[in-house]
């Protein structure tokens, strides 16, 4: 079992022990297994959730990232802008450096569950 979460000193939550693209994998493999995810060990939400609802936010989140003019290629990650408001709210640690991926501080790691359990928890 992998040590506990800590925070950091400028008030982010990180967990030093759990590489995100591995924490991705095994989400998507649930998610893959199932409409729905169920709660599991290899899971981080142990909700159920409208995987259909997820899939349509992530397409949409496609339309905002198109890289030419043909309007079919979209850039995987989030745009820049948006990741920088969200460090300057605070909700995040900085997303300009080598690392792929970034922190959540207190107050966005619980936003961040609300919003997801809001929009996309199983009716």
């Not at 893959?32 to 899939?55: I, P, Q, T, W, Y």
């Not at 290629?73 to 995040?92: C, E, T």
Request: charged share 25%.
């Amino acid at each position: 079992m992998p040590p506990p979460a800590e925070e950091s000193a400028n008030g982010m939550i990180c967990s030093p022990t759990q590489s995100l693209d591995t924490a991705w994998a095994s989400e998507y493999e649930v998610f893959e297994g199932n409409a729905g995810a169920s709660c599991s060990s290899s899971v981080r939400c142990c909700m159920d959730f409208d995987g259909e609802k997820l899939e349509q936010v992530v397409l949409a989140l496609f339309q905002m990232n198109l890289s030419d003019d043909s309007g079919r290629r979209a850039w995987k990650s989030l745009p820049w802008s948006v990741m920088d408001s969200l460090h300057q709210k605070g909700y995040i640690s900085d997303p300009a450096t080598k690392n792929k991926s970034v922190w959540l501080s207190e107050e966005g790691t619980k936003l961040s569950k609300e919003l997801f359990e809001k929009l996309f928890a199983a009716e």
